[in-house]
Structures are given as C-alpha cells and as structure tokens.
C-alpha cells in the first residue's frame, strides 16, 4: 500500500511461500518447538514489517467489522488497528489515550496513527510516534 508515494504495508500472494521457508529454516534450528508455534512467530515477525498475505487483510476485515472500534483499537491483529485508527467514530479524546501507546506499535502502525492524528489537527511530539 503506498501513502504519498512512500510503501507503508506489503500484500504480495507469494509472501505466504516466504513465511512457509522461513518456518521450516527455524523449525530446523528449534526442533522442540511445534511447526504452528514457529509459523506464529514468523508470521508476526512478518506483521512487524508490514508484510502480509492479502488473506490476512480479509480476516482483519472481518475481525474489525464483527467488534466495536474502540475495542479494535486494543486488538493483537494490527490490520485491525490500523482500521480502527482510521474510522471516523474514533474521537479525539479517544486518540489521545491512545497516543502513549503508540511508541510500542511497528513503525508501518505508527504512520498510520500519525496521520490520523494529523488530520484531526492533533500535536503530534516526535514521542509519540
């Protein structure tokens, strides 16, 4: 997805093939844990860097529009949030609870809410995000 020409989240089709390799790399360096354990942390470690399989933002979709978008905004699936974010029912005092957390998301999320906060005219300290 690119924002003001810069790539800020990636769906390829072919990223599932990358996370599938690189479960059975580490699944050959930490055979004590399970297949589906090792796949979560590769998946996650792929979240963190904004890939994603075009699946995944159909799930997050679902999960999204199936919850509240205050609860969405403290969902463990960052698609959610990023959603969340940047629905119009989320006022500016709920961002501002939100903004001490923002430090804690990957730097993709991060833009997200930065310009969220950006558009509702909101200071944004470089701390924040």
């Known amino acids: 997805m690119l924002i003001d020409e810069k790539e800020v989240i990636n ?3 072919f990223v ?3 996370r599938y390799a690189e479960t059975h790399n580490r699944k050959a360096d930490e055979p004590d844990k399970s297949f589906c354990e090792i796949h979560e942390e590769v998946r996650d470690d792929f979240a963190k860097k ?12 679902d999960e999204y529009l199936s919850v509240d978008a205050k609860i969405a905004l403290t969902s463990d699936n960052w698609l959610v949030r990023m959603l969340a974010i940047m629905d119009r ?6 961002l501002e609870k939100v903004k ?3 430090a804690n998301l990957p730097e993709w999320l991060r833009y997200f809410y930065y310009l969220r906060l950006q558009s509702e005219n909101m200071d ?3 701390d924040d995000v």
């Not at 904004?50 to 979709?61: E, R």
């Not at 029912?89 to 709920?94: A, C, E, S, V």
């Open 50 to 61: 904004g890939i994603y399989y075009p699946g995944d933002f159909g799930f997050a979709l």
């Open 16 to 18: 599932e093939n990358f």
């Open 89 to 94: 029912r989320i006022g500016k005092r709920t």
């Open 124 to 126: 944004v300290l470089e």
């Open 11 to 13: 769906m390829p089709y």
């Open 100 to 102: 001490p957390e923002i």
